[in-house]
T-cell receptor, first 114, second 116 residues
């Protein structure tokens, strides 16, 4: 499978716990994006990597959120001290550069915070 | 900041009929890209069609076409000969044409159901 993959697909956690999600982009894509999608809403931009550099973070990304992309390959998104408001679908997308080019989305990780 | 508005939360169409999904956006940029993405239930989001703002000709992809009205900042999607597999959430999205960050700004989406 040469598409974008995300793990886990579902995560249920208790409030206050830390969670980490992983995204594996299409191998030749140097740009990687994280979005958050809540029920009834469209995806909202969280952060963006070009290779290993995190170049932009949304104001939605509070200090409890951290993202990394070591060696410009896979990326992780960690949420510390989860809150019920963090419950959402977290989507990853990769892109080969060039604003006309398509972003390819992963299946998402659905987080439920109890 | 750019905004994308999809004011119809749900639509329904009879199989083989035509349906139009509406989208409006707001931007101060003169050059940008617009997209329609499809998100089937429990499946990943896929690109349906894209339009470059500097092109006057409306984009078409098989049964899918757009009506791009730049002055009105309107970007509607027409699905012809609707099929059961077209049932999904559809999102309109905007992207700037300049800058390194190609992030997408999405509307709230519209749920399309197809009646057999």
């Amino acid at each position: 499978d040469t598409g974008v993959s995300q793990n886990p697909r579902h995560k249920i956690t208790k409030r206050g716990q830390n969670v980490t999600f992983r995204c594996d982009p299409i191998s030749e894509h140097n740009r990687l994006y994280w979005y958050r999608q809540t029920l009834g809403q469209g995806p909202e931009f969280l952060t963006y990597f070009q290779n290993e550099a995190q170049l932009e973070k949304s104001r939605l990304l509070s200090d409890r959120f951290s993202a990394e992309r070591p060696k410009g390959s896979f990326s992780t998104l960690e949420i510390q001290r989860t809150e019920q408001g963090d419950s959402a679908m977290y989507l990853c997308a990769s892109h080969s550069g060039g604003n006309y080019n398509e972003q390819f989305f992963g299946p998402g990780t659905r987080l439920t915070v109890l | 900041a750019q905004t994308v508005t999809q004011s119809q939360p749900e639509m329904s169409v009879q199989e083989a009929e035509t349906v139009t999904l509406s989208c409006t956006y707001d931007t101060s940029e003169s050059d940008y890209y617009l997209f329609w993405y499809k998100q089937p239930p429990s499946r990943q989001m896929i690109l349906v069609i894209r339009q470059e703002a500097y092109k006057q000709q409306n984009a078409t992809e098989n049964r899918f076409s757009v009506n791009f009205q730049k002055a009105a900042k309107s970007f509607s999607l027409k699905i012809s000969d609707s099929q059961l597999g077209d049932a999904a959430m559809y999102f309109c999205a905007y992207r700037r044409s300049s800058g390194a960050n190609s992030k997408l700004t999405f509307g709230k989406g519209i749920t399309l159901s197809v009646r057999p």
